[in-house]
């Protein structure tokens, strides 16, 4: 019995959704144009359109899939969303020409060009807009340029797409990244190889999260020293070769990184690595 994944054939989440199945452990062969089978995994993995993901989740012609947040509102289907991925981040906005002035009220009764057409419903219906929904597939952006729309909601990552197409960001409606997604429907047997590959995945993303740091520490700073480092559960201390001084080990929070580096100098910690992490079990 194999797990049927669905990810991107080609676009922007396929890179990173092999990368992370390859950081599991999992080797993908070079398979057909459509599908693979892990030679180290029970792993099937079907390459197609992210639009049609969530369809094929729910119908369970894939059990699992990794698509965009943004992917599983707007399809709406009978999913379930299991864990944020960590990539593929980026947001749905809704965009205005550069020299306009950006209201709310100021949507009411405008055009609005999307590919996101239930999202925008939705967000509308919640502010109580009346607004004209444009459906296109691509190249929203140019909709305003062309006289189709008075206003465009699109994914943005860096903005520079709406810039160059003289427009400008006017609010955002929904933050997005890559998530794995399953259908209802999974027998014992495939859910004891998604319990696996979720055990990896986590392991994979707390390392990511966290870093691992060695210091050296005077022992009448040790305390305080200590009192900085929350760890998986206490600081490792070894005695250092030097009488007087000992070695720190510990695990930190990557957000907590520099804020936390300076306090430890200041309570008279030298010699300060910190390297990454490949995996992580708690
Ligand atoms: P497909 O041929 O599979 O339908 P696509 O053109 O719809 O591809 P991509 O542009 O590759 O899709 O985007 C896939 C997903 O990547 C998006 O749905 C979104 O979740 C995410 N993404 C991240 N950053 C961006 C961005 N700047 N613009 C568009 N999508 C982004
Ligand atoms: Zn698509």
């Known amino acids: ?16 959704s092999l990368r992370l199945l390859k950081e599991c452990g999992i080797e993908i062969s070079n398979g057909s144009k459509l599908k693979s089978t892990s030679p180290n995994f029970p792993l099937e993995v079907f390459f197609l359109r ?24 707007e399809k709406n289907k009978d999913v379930q969303v299991l ?10 906005c809704l965009a205005v020409g550069r020299n306009e002035e950006y209201s709310r009220a100021a949507l009411q009764g405008k055009r609005i060009a999307t590919s996101y057409p239930v999202i925008l419903q939705g967000f509308l ?7 004209e929904i444009h459906e296109i597939s691509g190249s929203v952006e140019i909709a305003p340029g062309i006289g189709l729309a008075e206003a465009i ?23 997005s990244q890559a998530v794995l997604i399953r259908g209802k429907q999974l027998n014992t047997e495939k859910n004891a190889i998604l319990e696996q590959l979720l055990f990896r995945l986590r392991a994979v993303r707390q390392a990511k999260n966290n870093k691992y740091i060695l210091l050296n520490a005077p022992n009448h700073k040790l305390d305080q020293i200590i009192s900085l480092l929350p760890g998986m ?8 070769a030097t ?28 010699g300060i690595l910190v390297v990454p992490i490949e995996k992580m079990i708690l």
Not at 83 to 92: D, S, W
Not at 125 to 131: F, G, L, P, Q, V
Request: proline fraction near 2%; glycine fraction near 8%; charged fraction near 25%.
């Open 233 to 240: 559960k206490s600081p490792t201390v070894l005695a250092l």
């Open 243 to 270: 009488s007087g001084w000992s070695s720190v080990h510990s695990v930190i929070d990557e957000n907590d990184f520099w804020n936390i580096i300076q306090q430890l100098k200041e309570a008279g910690a030298q």
């Open 1 to 16: 019995m194999k797990l049927k994944i669905a990810i991107q054939k080609s676009g922007r989440l396929s890179e990173d």
């Open 83 to 92: 864990e944020q991925l960590g990539f593929g981040k980026c947001r749905l």
């Open 153 to 175: 909601c699109d994914l943005v990552s860096t903005g520079s797409t709406l810039l160059s197409n003289g427009l400008k960001e006017a609010e955002t409606i929904l933050h």
């Open 125 to 131: 219906d919640r502010e109580n807009i009346t607004a």
């Open 50 to 73: 992210d639009d049609d993901i969530p369809q094929y989740v729910e119908d369970s012609v894939a059990d699992i899939g990794i698509v965009g947040e943004n992917v599983v509102f």
